[in-house]
């Protein structure tokens, strides 16, 4: 277990130092980009096999107590996350590679080895057991996101930038004090210890941690009122950096969410998280609803679908949990799919607009398969897993007798099938627009694009058709974080040096 901790950590940021000082030379850039993330994606894989049979386990790194040290935790939640964010990274860096050469892609001597520390940065920050750590993974996944989002050098992209920075820096700023004050009043920032002595503190104090939390987090995740950042920056990347964004970045502030607060007891804060996760969801179905461009319509959703987690995260139930992370584990490759899906409609139509695009269908009947399996999921239509995991967070609100989050979560459903169906009429059906022209790509490239696509669309489909077995290896993971007992022991007892 130590090594597959490690090399799902440590492999992607050496890759991308190898990929760095092989930047003249493409295809072994490539090599190293892809096998680096495929190791780190292989041994997140089998974390979930050994810790599904085995239980839980710790690497306290160095040999250090809890108190002092960096821990990690390769608990079930956390394993259940890993290797999907890093099996999107893997599979948008071979779409990458397919785009390199046309005006949609980014630029493969930067992009590539960003991937790989994006990649390190999101390890560590569902495997760390500490704040800090956890901090200091953030601050990876930031520099390397805005790199990412700004390396062309647009005027639009250096707008947004700005935006994503200044909002993400701000959050991370609170995050530094937050660590200090939770320090300050635990004597420790080892989330193990401080699910022990959290809820040992005065109310007021306890309630104070908590909501600062949720501000730091919730600026990461994109909850309203603060997603402004969102949808102005991600539809400026290039398609993948936005497929990577709207398939993680969001998610780990909703993962760090959960964990903390689960971990510590926050229930009292569960009626304000309900109100905004009501909120979160209309709003971002409704900006949806208004946009006439692809990438827009779908960066307006990442908002609205992070509003049902933090809803399955405020009702404070097992069963709560339970969707919220169902849920998690859904939208993190149907959104990416969604985006690789623009990017193939880019790549054929020259734009990503509504009024410039059309009949799709008839001529690329491929891609309207691609996009369609995604789109009826994230509208939560059966047989796909989008309608598991809103059934099972729509149902945990029935069974708290939350009724005013119910109709706002059905609402917001229909909205969102509202939205999809805006793309479809919009790209795929109809007649021929008056559109730009199509960006010139190598055969050889298409069908490496096309196939990353395809092998996105057929992750979800597993979920999808393994949707029992998610839904109990979710509950069991629910049932770990609300009791905690089991999280202490592993990391003060069971550690491995």
């Not at 991370?172 to 320090?183: E, P």
Request: aromatic share 8%; glycine share 10%.
């Amino acid at each position: 277990m130590n090594l597959l901790v490690t090399t799902t950590v440590i492999a992607p940021i050496l890759a991308a130092a190898a990929a760095l000082l092989l930047r003249a030379h493409p295809k072994s850039r490539d090599v190293v980009t892809i096998v680096g993330i495929g190791l780190a994606t292989l041994a997140s894989y089998a974390m979930l096999i050994d810790v599904n049979a085995n239980g839980s386990q710790t690497v306290r790194v160095g040999g250090w107590a809890p108190e002092l040290g960096i821990v990690l935790v390769a608990d079930l939640f956390a394993v259940l996350v890993l290797p999907i964010a890093l099996s999107i990274i893997l599979v948008v860096e071979i779409f990458a590679i397919g785009q390199r050469r046309t005006a949609w892609g980014a630029n493969p001597e930067l992009a590539g080895p960003l991937l790989g520390v994006l990649t390190g940065g999101v390890s560590l920050a569902i495997l760390t057991g500490d704040l800090f750590t956890l901090f200091v993974a953030f601050e990876l996944i930031l520099v390397s996101s805005y790199v990412l989002l700004t390396h062309q050098g647009q005027r639009d992209q250096i707008r947004s930038g700005m935006t994503y920075v200044v909002m993400n820096l701000l959050a991370s700023t609170l995050f530094l004090f937050g660590v200090a004050f939770v320090y300050a009043a635990t004597g420790t920032i080892n989330l193990a210890l401080l699910a022990e002595r959290i809820p040992e503190l005065d109310s007021g104090v306890r309630l104070g941690i908590g909501a600062w939390f949720f501000v730091v987090f919730g600026t990461k995740a994109a909850v309203f009122p603060l997603f402004s950042w969102l949808p102005d920056s991600y539809p400026t990347a290039p398609t993948t950096i936005t497929a990577v964004f709207a398939g993680l970045l969001t998610k780990i502030g909703i993962y760090s969410m959960i964990r903390f607060h689960t971990l510590t007891g926050m229930d009292e804060l569960g009626p304000i998280m309900l109100v905004i996760a009501g909120i979160t969801m209309v709003v971002g179905a409704l900006g949806a609803l208004a946009q006439s461009d692809i990438k827009r319509i779908l960066s307006f959703h990442v908002i609205s679908q992070i509003g049902y987690m933090l809803m399955g995260l405020g009702l404070f139930s097992a069963a709560g949990t339970t969707g919220a992370i169902l849920f998690l584990l859904h939208h993190m490759p149907v959104k990416t799919v969604l985006f690789l899906v623009g990017g193939l409609i880019e790549n054929h139509e020259g734009t990503s607009s509504l009024s410039r695009s059309g009949g799709l269908a008839a001529r690329k009947p491929v891609i309207a398969v691609l996009f369609a399996i995604p789109a009826l999921s994230l509208a939560g239509l059966p047989p796909f897993s989008g309608f598991v995991a809103k059934f099972a967070v729509i149902s945990a609100g029935i069974d708290e007798s939350a009724v005013a989050i119910v109709v706002v979560a059905l609402f917001a459903g229909i909205l969102t099938l509202l939205s999809m169906t805006k793309i479809w009429l919009g790209v795929f059906w109809g007649t021929d627009a008056d559109g730009l022209e199509a960006v010139p790509t190598a055969a050889n490239n298409r069908r490496l694009m096309f196939a990353a696509t395809g092998l996105a669309v057929a992750g979800t489909l597993t979920i999808s058709f393994f949707a029992g077995s998610v839904f109990d290896l979710s509950q069991r993971a629910a049932e770990e974080l609300r009791s905690s007992d089991a999280y202490i022991t592993t990391v003060t007892e069971g550690a491995q040096e």
